[in-house]
């Protein structure tokens, strides 16, 4: 607050008290008091006027600076209220209490809304349980039909299962540290169990997988980690070329781990490389192809950032695209 | 034949286990009553426990701990839970293996074999054989009478999986299914070229055309 600031806001006061002291001074003139001990008493009144105003703009000043600072140093910018000194006089008491009871009612409501996306949360995860067991019997009884149908039923289970798991750890990103646990894992385990989870897909759309220097550890949540390979895997079977292949090699740099995973596929335009983690992106590709989501990458970078895994993409068009995981080392990690 | 009991709610998933594990040649037991399970495991002594972890009224985890109080038979969970933290608990409390839902049928009978495997239950054959023609798993090799040769490992499973259904027609689609099994990624150009090269190495210990193409539908041994 600035002095230009109070005395605009104060306007009306200090025209008040100059009319006042104006009336003053022309009753006094017109009573017949001397011209000296006029221009005295005026200057005596405006003197006080003018220190009253002064001290009243330093206190508030003041007084601001420390509520203030007191907001500026808090995280919960809530709790505002209960960490402030108690209100000066009754004005401020009464503002103080009408805030409180104002962020009370806004705690009550947020705590509300997270109450109520917990129960989702739980409801959607018991849901994508539930409907697990369905989509089990009935990969069982695939295995009644014989080798066409069975393959054909078998992929588009593949493909509701693919769904299923994304809503599962859409939910999960919500509250990662209720599910994530990140401990050493075989990276070669990770890899075969996001290409067996993925083989009905692969195998149908023809697509050569190759895995080299598979054999070392990591520091992730196999499931998790998994689970983003087999957005990777999928997104190389669904924009594939001509002979597609896919390629998961890994090696050491340093201490951390980089896994990439490259295919031969039609590759995304520059344009759109950077936009293509974001949430419901799906790019010229995926509206040529259809059936794209915009959800699979977006889930990969949120449960990446998670993992403390590292998360590039290079492509190039017609060419293929090849996306680098670094995993971190067990030292850097400050989650373990 | 080792005996495999099922701990299972659903009652669809139950029967088509039981009847998917018969047909692999596998003894099943189910457990229907969901009370005093390890009472009935007792009686019913399998060599493998197939347990889902979500039964009613009782959660699989303190039942798995019972069992383990009176018995050493391996158990595999089979659940629909599949976070890393859930299965770290159920191999904690003496689970051998954890498979979740919804599962590959190759994949959960793979898992099968290397539990039984590994419990020292009967292990699979060193060698096949079929009309003059042995294969030697361990070493890697054929063999016909006193020729020999060396196998790679793709062609070794190929010819695996074909003398194992001798007689039959294995279609391409089949044969690269069971190939995925054993992490071998192929595509059907490989295979291709694996079988060329397979066919080449049987005409060499005096075994030419032993594979029999079947046109349209597949190979045959």
Known sequence: MTLGEYLTDRLGRILAQMTCGAAAASFLAATGTQPGVLILSILALSLVCVAAHLADFFRQRARLRELEEVMDSLDQKYLFTECVQPPRGLYERRLFDLTRRAGRAMTGAVSDAQAAQREYRGYVEQWVHEIKTPITAARLICGHLDGDPRRRLTYELDRVQAHVERALFYARAESPEQDCVIRQADLGEIVAQAIADHRTLLIQSGVRVETAGLDRCVYTDGKWASFILGQLLQNAARYRGAQPAVVLSARSLGRQVQLTVSDNGIGIPAHELPRVFDRGFTGSNGRACGGSTGMGLYLCRKLAGFLELGLDIASEEGAGTAVTLTFPAKGDLTKL | ?221
Request: glycine share 8%; charged share 25%; aromatic share 4%.
């Open chain 2, 1 to 221: 034949m080792p005996k495999i009991m099922i701990v299972e709610d659903d009652a669809a998933i139950r029967e088509e286990l039981a009847l998917l594990l018969d047909n692999e040649g596998y003894q099943t037991a189910a457990v229907t009553q969901f009370s005093a399970v390890s009472d009935q495991v007792r009686q019913a002594a399998p060599d493998l426990i197939l347990l889902d972890l979500g039964l009613p009224g009782r959660d699989g985890l303190s039942l798995c701990a019972d069992i383990r109080k009176n018995s050493r038979t391996p158990i595999i969970f089979v659940t629909s839970r599949s976070s890393t933290g859930d299965e770290l608990r159920a191999l904690s409390l003496g689970g051998d293996d954890y498979v979740t839902k919804p599962y590959d049928i190759p994949v959960l009978l793979a898992r099968i074999r290397a539990v039984l495997r590994r419990s020292g239950g009967p292990a699979g054959p060193e060698a096949l054989e079929t009309g003059g023609l042995r294969l030697h798993l361990a070493q890697g090799t054929a063999s016909a009478g006193d020729r020999c040769v060396e196998l790679t490992r793709n062609e070794l499973k190929i010819l695996a999986h074909l003398m194992s259904h001798a007689g039959q027609i294995v279609s391409r689609a089949d044969l690269i299914d069971a190939l995925w099994d054993s992490q071998i990624y192929i595509d059907d150009n490989t295979l291709s070229v694996n079988m060329t090269r397979l066919r080449a190495k049987l005409e060499e210990i005096g075994l030419p055309g032993v594979i029999k193409t079947r046109r349209g539908m597949g190979y045959q041994l």
